[in-house]
């Protein structure tokens, strides 16, 4: 079914309207918002895996904006931002934990052949297309650097 997401996001954000929740209705609105726009950019095959690209798209910059408003000493709006990304990871499949992690990123150097930092980009375009969007891409590229630089130091 296409747009299963965006249908799912709808139903809630009625939900929210009628519990009179005005944050979490901003958010599913700027959601869907989102959501129907990638959709129509993206004509007829828009289905589940891009809006899951678009649900990571704006959870990403939920979490960006809520750092850059932090740095600006914008505490209150640093804290909306995160409670934005909260609600949107209710629509995204389960994190990775660290060892299942761990484990893609040793399967991924082995078919790369990696052999040091300098093949880090290689590595993690094969974490991410291993993982399927379950891992946070800070936390997969500092185990990815860590991992690279111990065979390194061992070689």
């Known amino acids: 079914m296409q747009a299963e997401i965006a249908e799912?996001?709808?139903?809630d954000m009625v939900d929210?309207?009628?519990a009179h929740d005005k944050e979490r209705v901003s958010a599913l609105r700027m959601?869907?918002?989102?959501?129907k726009l990638a959709a129509k950019e993206a004509g007829p095959g828009f289905?589940?895996?891009?809006e899951l690209?678009?649900?990571?798209?704006?959870?990403k910059r939920r979490l960006q904006a809520a750092d850059s408003f932090r740095e600006g000493g914008r505490e209150d709006r640093a804290v909306r931002e995160e409670a934005e990304s909260a609600?949107?990871?209710v629509y995204l499949p389960p994190a990775l934990d660290v060892n299942e992690l761990k484990s893609i990123i040793n399967e991924a150097i082995a078919a790369t052949g990696a052999a040091g930092v300098q093949d880090m980009g290689r590595v993690m375009a094969e974490v991410m297309k291993?993982?399927?969007?379950r891992i946070d891409g800070r936390a997969a590229s500092s185990l990815v650097r860590q991992k690279l630089g111990e065979d390194?130091?061992?070689v």
């Open 53 to 59: 690209a678009v649900l990571r798209k704006e959870k």
């Open 8 to 11: 799912r996001v709808q139903k």
């Open 87 to 89: 609600i949107i990871d």
């Open 152 to 154: 390194n130091e061992n």
């Open 47 to 50: 289905g589940e895996a891009e």
């Open 16 to 18: 929210a309207m009628r």
């Open 31 to 35: 959601l869907l918002s989102e959501l």
């Open 130 to 133: 291993r993982a399927g969007g």
